[in-house]
């Protein structure tokens, strides 16, 4: 599937013909920059890819053990899922498969099993053997003329469960639930996001060091492209100066990059877009480590700001801060929302969403967004080693936007941001 980063940069690329001729893209392209012609912060970037260790088989036999529990307490008797991040997550295995079913099922008690199309079989046991229970998996496969979905549900019946509750993930495709529906007749099909989100919410020691690195590794990058940034350039330039930074990193990443009335755009425009002298530039983006995303976003001016994108500046600094401040265990998640909110309405940028126009912050993971949302009306609790971001904004429409954007790490006595706050527009970086 294609990110809106991404989407947002194939789009301008079509409308950014008429202005090619004032573009920096001849000498900056991903096509056309070679190593010698990099960007001396660029080219001075290396490689932290060594220090990602990747997520173990033992540790998935973990997470499964966990979703039992969960399931247990949720009277579940199984959950259902097909190919995306939660496959990944109990099980290493990355999957794309369209309109064929795929699917992995965890019983509460007894042994997985898979449903798998007949002629993907070579495929799908190479990857589980490395996944808990591949050394002997039950995989049960289905020719082109036959019903996944009468597996799925002899695979319940299996294991006495064909009249139980069955968790189906919150991805699965509509028409895969709704034949496992009709052929599982007897069995109760309801959410599994209490297992699944419940488990993927709260991360270990290990993640919150994938997730650390992510955002260090984008950092690094948004400052080495700032020092490279030129009058002239359009914002395709600068998502190719992003990709050979992140390539010099060892990870992928993209980015979307708003200038000067399009950043009052929060997820950007497709219309063509070129750097002043005095422009403000949003750039949202996020780069990828053994699964696991950061999502971090940088204002700043390219030369002078002007008195009034300083004060608001100031504004959506104090609202990151004060968000920070009360992100501990055991506060609500609408509550850190209404705090960053009530600093945003209460300085003159309000009422309510008409400025700050989103919320305050998502979950963050193997997702860009998961469980939880830093929203009003959401009264679950906060709980250690859950990890957001945290980015409020002002937009004015017709001038300009300011979001600051950091991942939120909540720690047992409160909350830790993985990479430090920006502290003005001119200095971004101090």
């Not at 017709?398 to 409160?414: A, P, S, Y």
């Amino acid at each position: 599937m294609i990110s809106r980063r991404r989407f947002l940069e194939l789009s301008g690329v079509s409308t950014g013909a008429a202005i090619a001729s004032h573009s920096f893209a001849a000498s900056t392209s991903a096509e056309r920059t070679d190593e010698s012609s990099l960007p001396s912060s660029i080219a001075r970037l290396e490689s932290r890819k060594s220090e990602a260790r990747p997520i173990t088989r033992e540790e998935r036999e973990i997470r499964q053990e966990r979703a039992r529990q969960l399931m247990a307490e949720s009277s579940l008797d199984a959950i259902l899922m097909t190919e995306g991040t939660s496959l990944r997550y109990f099980t290493g295995i990355r999957w794309w498969g369209g309109e064929r079913l795929f699917a992995f099922v965890l019983p509460t008690k007894g042994k997985t099993f898979y449903v798998c199309p007949a002629f993907e079989e070579g495929r799908a046991r190479e990857q589980i053997a490395h996944a808990p229970e591949g050394d002997q998996p039950d995989l049960r496969i289905w020719q082109e003329d036959q019903s996944p979905y009468a597996l799925v549900a002899q695979g319940l019946k299996d294991r006495s469960i064909g009249a139980g509750k069955l968790g189906i993930e919150e991805t699965v495709r509509f028409v895969f639930s709704d034949g496992i529906a009709r052929a599982a007749s007897q069995a109760t099909l309801t959410s599994a996001t209490p297992v699944t989100a419940g488990c993927r919410m709260i991360k270990s020691a290990h993640e919150i060091s994938l997730m650390r690195l992510a955002a260090q590794v984008t950092l690094a990058v948004y400052e080495a492209v700032y020092h490279s940034l030129r009058e002239g350039m359009t914002q395709q330039d600068v998502g190719a100066l992003i990709d050979k930074a992140y390539e010099r990193m060892g990870f992928p990443g993209e980015a979307s990059v708003m200038v000067d009335e399009y950043t009052a755009f929060p997820h950007g425009s497709t219309t063509p877009q070129v750097l002043r002298e005095g422009s403000i530039v949003m750039i949202d983006d996020g780069c990828t480590v053994e699964g696991y995303q950061s999502d971090i976003t940088r204002t700043f001016v390219l030369g002078k700001a002007s008195d009034k994108m300083k004060q608001v500046f100031d504004i959506v600094h104090r609202a990151q801060s004060a968000a920070l401040a009360v992100a501990h265990p055991g506060n609500e998640c609408g509550a850190v929302d209404a705090v960053a909110r009530m600093c945003i309405t209460g300085a003159g940028y309000g009422p309510d969403y008409k400025y700050f126009t989103h919320r305050l912050g998502h979950g963050l993971g193997m997702d860009g967004h998961e469980w939880p949302y830093l929203v009003r009306g959401n009264a679950a609790a906060l709980r250690a080693n859950i990890t957001t971001s945290n980015e409020p904004g002002i937009y004015i429409r017709g001038e300009f936007g300011i979001r600051l954007e950091d991942d939120m790490h909540i720690t047992e006595n409160g909350a830790e941001l993985f990479t430090p706050q920006s502290p003005s527009l001119e200095q971004p970086f101090g």
